[in-house]
């Protein structure tokens, strides 16, 4: 018999269980779909401040749930901040750029780079803000760290994956994962990352090989991208430490290929039903004319194009309800059920350590969609 490093004999793995109703998510889902529309977007910042405490307070650790104290208030402000940063230097390498591309082809090159580093610097100072706001058992976990030298970090892994045709993706995820983790903790634990790029390279190297031939075939692409997202997620899972606490997911190759395929089928159904929903529109509101000056007048039409408007945001609406669904609920219950921790024991007599974080990247990462969990 074989005993894991720092567990007693004996100790079982603690399960991770989710006891979530998916009832009550897509409830909570679709009733902040449409305070987003009603607030222009603007409620997104509540909306992912509530799906995080339900999905968090919901996910039992050894018979514990981790408590999500963010706040959306903090997000929005956080948000702010960074549009209050970025959008005069766009606008200033705006007008410069008017001149310079009278010169110079790519002179909109280093702005694109400038807003890929603050994206990879919001990623890390969201992922800083959330663990901040995760207590579990009364202990904070906190991060510290530069989200610059990450930026840095990314950047440059960024470029190698580029010039390999995506061949260095596996060790850039490895890098950078090491780079978080090691500035992670859990009170005075101190957290690590153990994955090598060279395990998900061999994890996934087939399906990256093989990948153009599911964009030629598109009924494979779903199959290829949710088989590599679960072999992703396995493996990151696993290289999870803190201090002797450690993860491990038994999440199988299969597991996501119907969250993937439902999603499409509902996207399809959406697209039958907008479809369905602008013929009826040009039917009623075309007139009694020839159906080409019709159809030509119709862009003038006012009723035509409102009522064009209010399709098109119905449809973003419950395409949107769908996608957290299927993509973070669900997403989440079956990961979290694939998972165990192993000496957990370790963490019983923590010491409680970090401060809160500012909400500083983490509400422009939000904005971009990025937020992940």
Not at 32 to 46: C, P, Q, S
Not at 60 to 82: I, S
Not at 165 to 181: I, N
Not at 255 to 264: P, Q, R, T
């Amino acid at each position: 018999m074989s005993f894991v490093a720092g567990q007693p004999p004996g100790v079982p793995p603690a399960p991770v269980a989710f006891s979530g109703n998916r009832g009550r998510f897509l409830s909570l889902a679709s009733r902040g779909a449409a305070l987003e529309l009603v607030t222009f977007g603007f409620y997104r910042f509540w909306l992912v401040t509530d799906i995080r405490r339900h999905l968090w307070s919901h996910t039992l650790v050894d018979g514990d749930a981790p408590e999500y104290t963010g706040r959306g208030r903090e997000l929005l402000v956080g948000f702010l901040f960074a549009m209050a940063i970025l959008v005069p230097i766009y606008l200033v390498y705006f007008v410069i750029g008017i001149e310079a591309e009278r010169f110079k082809a790519f002179a909109s090159v280093p702005l694109v780079i400038g807003f890929y580093a603050f994206g990879q610097f919001a990623i890390y100072r969201a992922r800083r803000y959330r663990l901040t706001r995760t207590v579990w058992r009364g202990v904070r976990f906190w991060m510290d760290g530069s989200g610059w030298a990450y930026a840095w970090r990314s950047m440059l892994w960024g470029l190698l994956v580029l010039v390999t045709l995506g061949g260095a993706y596996a060790w850039r995820e490895a890098a950078l994962e090491r780079y978080k983790m090691h500035h992670s903790h859990y009170g005075d634990l101190q957290g690590s990352f153990e994955g090598r790029g060279w395990e998900l390279f061999k994890r996934t190297w087939g399906l990256w090989l093989f990948g153009p031939v599911a964009w030629i075939i598109f009924p494979l692409l779903p199959i290829f991208y949710a088989e590599f997202k679960a072999r992703e997620w396995r493996w990151w899972l696993c290289g999870i430490r803190f201090g002797d606490v450690r993860l491990e997911s038994k999440l199988p190759n299969t597991a996501l290929y119907g969250l993937y395929w439902k999603v499409i089928g509902w996207f399809l159904l959406f697209d039958l039903v907008i479809g369905a929903y602008v013929a009826l529109c040009v039917f009623l509101l075309k007139g009694s004319g020839p159906m080409e000056a019709a159809m030509q007048a119709l862009p003038k039409n006012i009723p035509f194009m409102v009522l064009l408007v209010i399709g098109y945001l119905a449809f973003i609406l419950a395409f949107n309800v769908v996608m957290r669904l299927y993509f973070q609920r669900d997403l989440w219950a079956r990961v979290a059920s694939s998972t165990k921790v192993h000496a957990i024991e370790s963490a019983e007599n923590v010491t409680a350590k970090g401060e809160a974080a500012s909400a500083l990247g983490e509400g422009f990462a939000d904005g971009l969609d990025v937020a992940g969990f």
